[in-house]
C-alpha cells in the first residue's frame, strides 16, 4: 500500500457530522457498511483516524473496520488529489500504449498509481474501463477525457493543470 505523505486534516465540524451519522446508525444491523460510505462523503477517503472513530462508535474491532474498508473497492485509504487523473488500462488502451501514460504521469508527478501529491493538488489511479475505447489510450483529469494519448503529450496536459494552480508541482 501506498504511503499516505499527507497529514489528517480533519476538522470538528466533519467529526460532529461523523459522530451524528454513526449515533443514527449504531442500533441498526450491519450498520458498519453504510457508516463507512458516509464516513467516506465526509472525509472524502478513510484514514486510520476516521476507521478508529468508526470502530469505537460502532463498538466494533478497528480490525474489523479495516477489513470492510479494504476489501471493498469504492473505499479510499489514501486522500485524493483536487484534480483526479484516471488512466484507463482496459484492454484496448492497454494494447494502444496505456501503461506508458501511467508511468509518464507517474514521473512528471513523482508518485505512483494510488498515491496523492504532496501539495493535494493530484492523485493517480488507473481502472479498467471508461467506455472511450475508439479514443485509446485514455486518460482523464477530473472529468475531461484525453484521448488518442501519447507519452509525449502528458507533459503538456498536466502543465496546463499546474499553470491553473499558480505554477505549483
Do not use: W
Not at 49 to 62: H, P, T
Not at 141 to 158: C, M
Amino acid at each position: 500500500m501506498a504511503e499516505n505523505s499527507l497529514a489528517f486534516k480533519g476538522t470538528k465540524a466533519q467529526e460532529e457530522k461523523l459522530m451524528a451519522v454513526i449515533e443514527q446508525n449504531k442500533e441498526l444491523p450491519g450498520a458498519l457498511l453504510p457508516v463507512l460510505h458516509e464516513a467516506q462523503e465526509i472525509y472524502g477517503y478513510l484514514p486510520i483516524e476516521v476507521q478508529q472513530m468508526v470502530a469505537d462508535g460502532l463498538g466494533v474491532s478497528l480490525s474489523e473496520v479495516y477489513g470492510v474498508a479494504t476489501f471493498y473497492s469504492r473505499f479510499s485509504l489514501t486522500p485524493k488529489g483536487k484534480h483526479r487523473i484516471s488512466v484507463c488500462l482496459g484492454t484496448a488502451c492497454y494494447v494502444k500504449g496505456a501503461d506508458k501514460i501511467l508511468a509518464e504521469v507517474e514521473k512528471k508527478l513523482g508518485i505512483k498509481s494510488g498515491e496523492c501529491t504532496p501539495d493535494g493538488l493530484f492523485s493517480i489511479d488507473s481502472c479498467r474501463c471508461v467506455g472511450a475505447c475508439g479514443l485509446a489510450p485514455v486518460m482523464m483529469i477530473d472529468e475531461e477525457v484525453y484521448g488518442k494519448l501519447t507519452p509525449k503529450e502528458v507533459d503538456k496536459i498536466l502543465d496546463k493543470y499546474i499553470a491553473e494552480e499558480g505554477g505549483k508541482q
